[in-house]
Each structure stands twice: as structure tokens, then as C-alpha cells.
């Protein structure tokens, strides 16, 4: 029997718009303003994430907006700041995504998300992604968030994932990217928002998901040399 291969994603900033849904949450709230606070709120979640590393993400989005509107001292009532929670649902996926994801798993490779998401959350977002998927790993299951190791050594753990049968497909530098070179998995970067990071951390670079299955192909190729 041929060994399972997989391919393992972020979803949130890889398959869905996660700047574009932030932003318009924010403007929900505060018109105008969601693109000059995003970068603000960007670098509160992290930080709350390795604070808490136990919250569920609903109250990471909350207490990161919290902080973001503190710091651009507007007045948040408190029962706005779920705003994001409550509208992540809805959130875009980004249009070539399907299509892709549907030939990855015709050429014959398994699909499996390692978000930093709760599981409701995901369940309710891969009913947009377009293709199904064979397994999830979440934050709430690991009781952490990336780039702690805890979702990659889980997924190995539970599905036998070998670095020559793996490829991980991300966008986040920090999040995935990092932890990804550390543990000596092969690794995708879609780099949406030409990032200015060093390129040589990741094993291929692509722009969006348009060309997914012959980039994984060949680094998967590469690993198994």
C-alpha cells in the first residue's frame, strides 16, 4: 500500500482573508479605521497568545481588540469587543483556494489544518473552504498556539506524519514558517502580503495558492533524497 501523504495548512491568513476580516470587524465598530488599526491589533494577538496560552481564540480576538482600542484610546463597550469572534464565520476565503485544494487532493494527497482557532470555529469555516478535509488540529486541542511545536508534534503523533511524506503550506512567517524549519518539516510559504523576510527558511515561496500542487510535488521530492 502506497504511505498516506500530507499536506498540512494554516487556514487563517493562508486560506482565509484573516487581514480582510480583522479590518472589517474593526470597521464595524469604528468606520474607517479598520486598515490603520489592523497592524496594531496584529501585534496585540500574538502577545496575548503567549500570555494566555490556554484562552480559547474568541478571547484572544476580544482581549487583542481591547488592547487596540485602548491604545488608540477609543471607546470600546464591552460587548463589542467580541465582534470578531462573532463574524469570523463569515470571513472570505481567498478565491483560488478551492480549485487548489481540490487538485492537491486528486493528485492524491490527504488535507489537514494546524490552526490557532477553536474547533467551532473551524468547523464553521470548512463548510467554506470548498474541498473537504481529512483532519484538524486546533489550538483549544493542544492547549497552545503557533509557533509553540504543539500542533505539529500532535499531528505526527496522531497520523504518523514522516518529513518525507509531510509538506506544511503556510503564509505566517512567525507562526508557522519558524517552527516548521525548527522541527525539520518541509514547508510551502505563500507569501500574500511580500513580506521582507529572508526566503531561504522555506523549502519553496509561492505568492498565493496558483501553483500549489506542482511546488508541493517537488519539494516533497526534495525531502525524500
Not at 470600546?76 to 487548489?100: C, K, M, Q, S
Not at 485544494?101 to 482557532?117: P, Q, V
Not at 511524506?165 to 510559504?189: G, I, N
Request: charged share 25%; hydrophobic share 40%.
Amino acid at each position: 500500500m502506497t504511505a498516506i501523504r500530507w499536506a498540512t495548512f494554516d487556514c487563517f491568513g493562508t486560506l482565509v482573508d484573516w487581514r480582510h476580516g480583522i479590518a472589517n470587524g474593526i470597521d464595524l465598530l469604528f468606520p474607517g479605521q479598520g486598515d490603520e488599526l489592523l497592524e496594531a491589533y496584529n501585534g496585540h494577538e500574538p502577545a496575548v497568545q503567549t500570555e494566555f496560552p490556554g484562552l480559547r481564540y474568541r478571547e484572544v480576538m476580544a482581549e487583542a481588540l481591547r488592547r487596540t482600542a485602548r491604545d488608540a484610546r477609543l471607546d470600546l463597550r464591552a460587548d463589542d469587543a467580541h465582534v470578531l469572534g462573532d463574524t469570523i464565520a463569515y470571513w472570505p476565503v481567498f478565491p483560488e483556494v478551492a480549485a487548489n485544494l481540490t487538485r492537491l487532493r486528486e493528485a492524491g494527497w490527504r488535507i489537514a489544518l494546524l490552526t490557532n482557532c477553536d474547533q467551532d470555529i473551524i468547523g464553521e469555516t470548512q463548510r467554506r473552504l470548498g474541498a473537504p478535509v481529512d483532519a484538524v488540529v486546533t489550538a483549544e486541542m493542544v492547549g497552545s498556539y503557533k509557533p509553540n511545536h504543539n500542533h505539529f508534534t500532535r499531528f505526527a503523533e496522531s497520523f504518523g506524519a514522516t518529513r518525507d511524506r509531510w509538506v506544511h503550506v503556510a503564509q505566517s512567517y512567525f507562526h508557522d514558517m519558524e517552527p516548521a524549519k525548527a522541527l525539520d518539516v518541509s514547508r510551502v510559504w505563500v507569501n500574500r502580503n511580500s513580506d521582507e523576510h529572508d526566503p531561504s527558511i522555506a523549502d519553496a515561496v509561492l505568492p498565493d495558492l496558483d501553483g500549489l500542487i506542482s511546488t508541493v510535488e517537488s519539494v516533497h521530492r526534495k525531502a525524500q533524497r
